[in-house]
């Protein structure tokens, strides 16, 4: 029987259609709303924001830290122009496509770093628009184009007139000279080429004018203001050489007495006039070669040439061609002929190092200057020519500096050397020593004799020049070979000495390289004196080096006193296992079984590099105890691995970083201090120490590994247990 106290609960009343109808539908409408809103904000961000995962070892597609720092403090805004065509043929296309792409994605890479940087690729067969667009920019933003138009439509036509009444003038004097009679025929024939020249004057500039204004009127491409000007800067110059010749032959005819009156009398009028009308075409001449560089006349080319990159800052724009940003390996690969061919490896990029550079030199006002010292011997940083003539020991290195926008000079403080007798004609002057970084190569401050082998005393000038320039508050990266001046007079003070009397070797290497292997680097450890090193010590020159491998042979100890008034940092530290020491002993290296002699050997702990700062001058110096591992053979020892795939990378990469680095620490160039594009071509690991190895081996495979399962089958028993 029902309680009747008990309260009763109504039952819902089951939804009808039309409920459910709304419910469902507000819901599937909210979430359209939301999945809606969500996609709108997504792709917002990803318009607004651009971010890349770059998954390659070695960050290929990712901008360097060298990069990064120099975008970072970008004072300009600047615009990125990609002018690569897009391929339509079959037979290249591919490459082609390589090509554009590549450009494309670093372009966008730079933008995406900057709020600074904007980036553009435009097909300059194919979009007109936009190259019309950039040539109004480039126009108006860096100006000279005015001067060269003004040039072309206003003052050589005004010139033209006032040239034309000139020559009538004359003409009509001369026509009036024809009639007179003389017995001095080498007048007469002075008399009528005069005439006949500026007969033929007018004529002559009538036809440029016709020209000029044909090249004016050109529908297609833009005008050759350049050329057209260029064309009428060589006409004046050679119609002042013939006014000026007229004007002296009228001299020596008015100063003749057998002339007859009337000629003489015109002669003695007529000078003057020729001889003012030559300041005029001088004028001309003068006005023309101070219009300066015409900015459109570099994009003309550009766009006639393609594949070509702008980089525009707010007063300059620098034009990168495709041999500059693709450039052929300097050991190119004899797999294929043709860069048509699809079968050739892909030329190396070097884009990144190249826009770069072009943002580094948009931001200097001057560039910084880098000068090789010598006191005797040929050149040290000429390039040469491959397969004909041998350039200076430097070239390679030196080059490097000239695309990273410095200015490479050679000083030779000693006599010419007579096999380049005019070596000296372009010696930098005193002001421009003064603002450089000297770099003082022992290769050439040998007495020539001791280059050849012969034993010569040390020449003093040297030391000397360089103590002088750390005393005004220059700077210098110093490099020694064996048995070279250690330059002691001017590092001195700094407490450095090198000890150019040893030579830095180790006990023989133990290692599994099998004697005729491939392995050659294992094998070449072995050799006492040879180091393979990837420790540099701490420092901003030395710390983006780590993982890149160096060979430094030989290598001499830099012996460091900490001095007051100083900051000296010990770099490149000497592994001490193996055993590693300074041996004097050059009979018992020319043997190959050097010992450690604690009487007359240089005792371990050694570095190989020093670089000190002096606390109340601007000056630095940097000291490495090798020269050889920054030779043009060192830096084209190729990575044989990749060469067999068809890519020429560098073996030891760290060299010529180390170099460089050096030189942008001296300038105080601190931002350009990273590992370059040029080191990074292929991803570069660190091997493992044998402790971590031993580590990995023992306590993760051997006991962690196991010791976890251990640990989970307990938890397991456990777990079934309860």
């Not at 330059?487 to 006990?507: C, F, R, Y």
């Not at 983006?544 to 290598?555: D, R, Y």
């Not at 620490?665 to 690991?685: C, F, K, N, Q, V």
Request: charged share 25%.
């Amino acid at each position: 029987m029902p309680d009747p106290n008990a309260t009763t609960t109504a039952s819902p009343s089951p939804e009808d259609q039309r409920r459910r109808w709304v419910k469902y539908g507000a819901n599937v409408a909210l979430s359209v709303v939301l999945v809606v809103v969500l996609s709108i904000l997504v792709v917002y961000l990803a318009q607004r924001y651009h971010a890349r995962a770059d998954t390659t070892l070695g960050g290929m597609y990712s901008l360097k830290p060298q990069t990064l720092n120099i975008v970072k403090d970008l004072k300009q805004k600047v615009e990125l122009v990609g002018l690569y065509p897009r391929p339509d043929d079959v037979r290249g296309a591919q490459r082609q496509l390589i090509y554009r792409q590549r450009v494309a994605d670093l372009l966008d890479e730079y933008a995406g770093k900057s709020s600074k940087i904007s980036a553009e690729m435009i097909d300059p067969d194919r979009e007109f628009a936009k190259v019309d667009a950039l040539i109004g920019s480039v126009s108006q933003k860096y100006g000279g184009l005015s001067g060269y138009k003004q040039m072309l439509q206003t003052d050589f036509p005004a010139f033209l007139t006032q040239m034309r009444a000139f020559a009538d003038a004359q003409i009509a004097r001369m026509r009036e000279l024809a009639e007179v009679k003389s017995s001095d025929r080498k007048l007469l024939q002075t008399m009528d080429l005069a005439s006949a020249t500026v007969q033929s004057v007018p004529e002559q500039l009538a036809q440029m004018q016709k020209d000029i204004d044909r090249e004016l009127k050109r529908k297609e491409g833009i005008p050759d203001y350049k050329g057209a000007v260029e064309d009428v800067r060589r006409t004046m110059e050679l119609l002042g050489r013939i006014v000026e010749k007229v004007a002296t032959d009228l001299t020596a005819i008015k100063a003749n007495p057998q002339a007859p009156p009337p000629v003489q009398s015109y002669a003695a009028d007529a000078a003057p006039k020729f001889t003012e009308q030559k300041k005029s075409v001088d004028a001309v001449v003068e006005k023309i070669k101070k219009l300066g560089d015409l900015k459109l006349d570099e994009l003309r080319r550009s766009l006639k040439q393609g594949n070509n990159i702008l980089v525009m800052g707010e007063k300059d724009v620098k034009v990168l061609s495709f041999p500059e940003v693709w450039p052929e390996a300097e050991n190119p690969s004899p797999l294929a002929a043709s860069d048509e061919d699809e079968n050739r490896p892909t030329r190396r990029f070097a884009g990144e190092q190249q826009v770069t550079t072009a943002l580094v030199s948009l931001e200097q006002q001057k560039k910084p200057k880098v000068a090789f010292i010598r006191a005797s011997g040929p050149a040290l940083t000429t390039p040469g020519i491959p397969g004909f003539m041998p350039g200076g020991p430097f070239g390679q290195i030196a080059g490097r500096l000239r695309n990273y926008n410095f200015e490479v000079l050679e000083k030779n403080f000693g006599p010419p050397d007579p096999r380049n007798p005019m070596g000296q004609a372009e010696d930098p002057s005193d002001e421009d020593l003064a603002s450089a970084v000297w770099v003082v190569p022992s290769m050439g401050n040998m007495p020539q004799q001791q280059q050849m082998g012969m034993s010569m005393p040390p020449s003093p000038v040297i030391a000397e020049k360089l103590k002088e320039h750390l005393t005004g508050g220059g700077s210098a990266l110093c490099l020694f070979l064996p048995e070279a001046q250690n330059l002691s007079e001017a590092l001195g003070d700094w407490g450095i000495d090198v000890k150019t009397n040893a030579i830095i070797v180790h006990e023989k290497v133990m290692s599994d390289a099998r004697p005729g292997g491939d392995d050659w680097v294992e094998q070449a450890q072995n050799i006492p004196w040879v180091f393979i090193t990837t420790r540099y010590g701490d420092h901003p020159i030395t710390q983006p080096l780590k993982s890149l491998e160096s060979v430094l042979v030989p290598m001499l100890p830099v012996m460091v006193t900490d001095k007051p008034g100083y900051k000296a940092t010990r770099l490149i530290p000497v592994p001490e296992q193996p055993k590693a020491w300074g041996e004097t002993d050059t009979r018992a290296l020319r043997q190959g079984s050097p010992k450690f002699d604690p009487a007359s050997d240089v005792s371990p702990p050694l570095n190989a590099m020093a670089v000190v700062e002096k606390t109340d001058s601007p000056a630095r110096l940097v000291v490495i105890g090798a020269e050889s591992f920054v030779f043009d053979q060192t830096l084209n020892i190729l990575d044989d691995k990749q060469w067999e795939q068809g890519r020429a990378v560098s073996r030891f990469p760290g060299n010529a970083e180390l170099f460089a680095n050096s030189v942008y620490w001296l300038a105080r160039l601190e931002t350009l201090i990273a590992i370059s594009p040029s080191a990074m071509e292929i991803g570069r690991i660190e091997p493992m120490s044998d402790r971590a190895l031993g580590a990995v081996r023992i306590g993760i495979l051997l006991i962690g590994l196991p010791a976890l399962v251990v640990v989970a089958g307990g938890l397991m028993y456990l777990k079934r247990r309860d």
